[in-house]
């Protein structure tokens, strides 16, 4: 699932939803989602919200 969300410089960034097992197994790619893209990973675990992972900027 994947929701927008602005920065303060009109750039939309998305919000993504992911299980614990498949964060694990694309973590790599959920880095580069993150870090180039400035996006967010939310991480969840039996349905329910348990982390997340955003741009330490």
């Excluded at 993504?16 to 967010?40: I, P």
Aim: aromatic share 6%; net charge negative; no cysteine.
């Amino acid at each position: 699932m994947h929701n927008d969300q602005y920065d303060g410089n009109g750039a939309i960034n998305m919000i993504s939803e992911t299980s614990a097992v498949s964060f694990r197994q694309n973590l790599g790619e959920m880095l580069n989602q993150v870090q180039y893209r400035h996006d967010s990973v939310i991480i969840k675990k039996d349905g329910k919200p348990v982390a997340a992972l955003i741009d330490a900027r």
